[in-house]
């Protein structure tokens, strides 16, 4: 971070109009539907592009028979003009929250298991100290939650970190591993199966997550070393409702997170298979963006997750 104000943008003096309309002409593929939009003339629009790409010395847009995309340049900073109006839109959120009495907001993501068992308490304790404080909370896959964290719409993520995200400018700490379970209908003929083996489920109609996924794989790889064929009649979902409302009408198996297939089964509608999976999710923990820093909001948050977590997997985040 440069401390002596000579950044580039104040030297190029930099308008919020030139980020407002990098994305508007994202949207809209047209400068002059992006003029449109943002209630400028067309030869404004195109002045204040062109001025942009002086300055930068490149070309932000391929200008086409039909309209303008992106270059890689052009999608650089399309992708950074989003976070800074992000930014700023919630700076003046807090502001106005401020100025209201009220504590502001915080945005956070997390996979489900940790959805189910660590947030709830986690939010519990925000309100607690901060009644007015607004929390949103977005229970996703790990991929979809890291997209967001990166486009500044969420401010932490409870979720996993994989070889294929760009790990750049980003904080993780572990909370535990996650290891998994087989669930079935209450009276399911299989909970009578003294002994029960992986060897007596490969025949079995199964509910599992979509192909590519870290457990599918784990789920195929779990019956592969043990010499046997993997299940061939699956349905793939990660939609926990239908895989719940599917298992109390069949004899099907859902294969889920331990600590989600307890809480169904502690609410009657599942009961967990006697036989350990040789199969676990990766660790999950809590994701920020080091480049950012956290509203008075955000940080609140934080806490919470971290003293929540101590209590819920028996570790400190501190």
């Not at 070393?225 to 239908?242: D, K, R, V, W």
């Amino acid at each position: 971070m440069a401390t002596n104000y000579t950044h580039w943008f104040i030297r190029a003096r930099l308008k919020t109009r030139q980020l407002l309309l990098l994305v508007a002409m994202e949207e809209e593929g047209n400068i002059n539907r992006a003029a449109q939009v943002l209630n400028m003339t067309q030869p404004a629009a195109s002045k204040l592009l062109k001025d942009l790409e002086d300055m930068l010395g490149v070309q932000l847009f391929d200008r086409l028979p039909r309209g303008m995309r992106p270059t890689w340049y052009g999608e650089t900073m399309i992708r950074h003009a989003r976070m800074a109006l992000a930014s700023l839109s919630q700076a003046h959120d807090e502001i106005e929250a401020l100025k209201a009495g009220r504590y502001g907001q915080v945005s956070v993501g997390a996979i489900t298991a940790p959805g189910l068992m660590l947030m709830p308490s986690a939010v519990a304790l925000v309100k607690q100290e901060h009644p007015s404080l607004r929390v949103s909370l977005q229970i996703e896959t790990s991929d979809v939650l890291m997209e967001r964290l990166a486009q500044g719409k969420l401010d932490m993520v409870v979720g996993r970190l994989f070889e294929r995200h760009d790990k750049t400018d980003l904080r993780y700490e572990a909370m535990v591993e996650e290891p998994v379970s087989a669930v079935v209908r209450p009276g399911h003929p299989m909970l009578g199966v003294a002994r029960l083996a992986l060897r007596d489920l490969v025949s079995a109609g199964w509910i599992v997550p979509p192909s590519g996924s870290v457990l599918r794989h784990r789920f195929e790889l779990m019956f592969q070393e043990e010499g046997l064929e993997a299940p061939s009649n699956l349905i793939e979902t990660t939609a926990l409702l239908f895989m719940t409302k599917m298992l109390q009408q069949s004899d099907l198996i859902g294969v889920v997170a331990t600590d989600v297939a307890r809480y169904y089964a502690d609410h009657g509608l599942v009961a967990l298979l006697p036989i350990e999976l040789p199969c676990k999710m990766d660790a999950f923990g809590l994701i920020t963006r080091s480049d950012r820093l956290l509203s008075p909001a955000a940080t609140v948050m934080l806490e919470a997750i971290k003293s929540a977590a101590a209590d819920t997997y028996g570790r400190g985040q501190g």
